[in-house]
């Protein structure tokens, strides 16, 4: 099978491209713009989503099957003050790729974001109606309307937090509370905010899962555990022996960890307190287990051991 995975250089994209690459018969494809790519043997392009010709020769000379679309514009103050830029790379260079998947007979998996809906509730099933109330949700959320009407097959792919280890230099809420808890610094999490977050591996068999297999239409894939930013903290505090007495509680945000993961922003509102996925339905569907929070950060911290 050949695969082109767009933004394969992120933090989502060097995960899979690693899983995707050890499977035998596979031919692996990626693009970047402003993160260099390792030489790993697979093949790279260098290339701006929002140039539709670069675009068409990227396709041209992958010729894939099935197209994994992870690059975006993905923190919410970026897009709230770049909307122009953000709808161009969200939806545009969406809706582009859409149309070359189908002009070339590829399938695209289009990766989507918890942040499709309003935050009044949480826990949204796949059939629940998306109300964005950011610039970045509605982005992704027209951007998946355009993957629906451009592609005769498709994939959509919702998530929520996504954690694991980034690549040196860049930065990720899970990494970045380890390193502030062993120093000894205090945070200060929400006990109102939720969300079901989800290890980077886990997440990406669930991609692997919709390359490999035919399962039209849209899917959540995230955490088994709808917990509070404080729980998640705790969880990580526990998972990796620290002192969870450093993790403090508050009612409302009082500070935000440097830097959001690639799919899920770390800004937040106080409108988009209840998000996270059920995942229910595409569990059963692919017919997987998907881990919760201790599972997770236990598969994370036995990673870097191993690494």
């Given at each position: ?5 767009v933004?394969a250089?992120g ?16 031919v692996?494809a990626?693009t ?11 093949f790279?392009h260098?290339?701006?989503?929002t ?11 992958a ?21 122009e ?7 545009t260079?969406t ?32 059939d ?23 592609a005769s ?8 937090i ?24 205090p ?20 991609i692997?899962?919709l390359?490999?297999?035919?399962y039209?239409?849209i ?34 945000p ?7 993961n690639?799919v899920?922003?770390?800004a ?27 599972e ?8 870097h051991?191993?690494?």
């Amino acid at each position: 099978m050949r695969l082109l995975i767009v933004g394969a250089s992120g933090f989502i994209g060097r995960y899979l491209v690693r899983r995707l690459a050890g499977v035998g018969g596979h031919v692996v494809a990626g693009t970047y713009w402003s993160r260099p790519p390792p030489e790993d043997g697979n093949f790279w392009h260098r290339v701006e989503l929002t140039n539709p010709a670069g675009l068409e020769s990227v396709f041209n000379a992958a010729r894939p099957d099935v197209v994994v679309h992870l690059a975006a514009i993905a923190d919410v103050g970026t897009a709230e003050r770049e909307p122009e830029r953000a709808t161009a790379v969200n939806v545009t260079a969406t809706a582009s790729i859409a149309r070359l998947s189908q002009l070339h007979g590829a399938k695209p998996v289009f990766v989507s974001t918890e942040y499709v809906f309003d935050g009044q509730r949480g826990y949204y099933r796949e059939d629940d109606a998306p109300n964005p109330t950011t610039h970045y949700g509605r982005t992704k959320w027209q951007a998946e309307q355009e993957v629906a009407r451009l592609a005769s097959r498709w994939n959509i792919l919702r998530t929520s937090i996504v954690y694991g280890w980034p690549a040196p230099g860049r930065r990720n809420f899970a990494p970045w509370l380890i390193d502030r808890l062993r120093s000894g610094q205090p945070y200060h999490p929400p006990t109102d905010v939720y969300r079901t977050p989800v290890y980077v591996d886990h997440l990406v068999e669930g991609i692997v899962e919709l390359v490999e297999g035919d399962y039209p239409g849209i899917h959540h894939v995230a955490g088994a555990d709808w917990v509070s930013m404080y729980d998640f903290a705790a969880a990580i505090a526990d998972g990796f022996q620290l002192d969870r007495r450093l993790v403090i509680p508050v009612g409302q945000p009082l500070e935000e960890p440097p830097g959001a993961n690639p799919v899920e922003p770390a800004a937040e509102s106080r409108s988009l307190d209840l998000l996270g996925l059920d995942c229910a339905k595409t569990m059963q569907s692919l017919g997987m287990e998907f881990p919760g929070l201790a599972e997770g950060i236990a598969a994370m911290r036995a990673s870097h051991q191993s690494g």
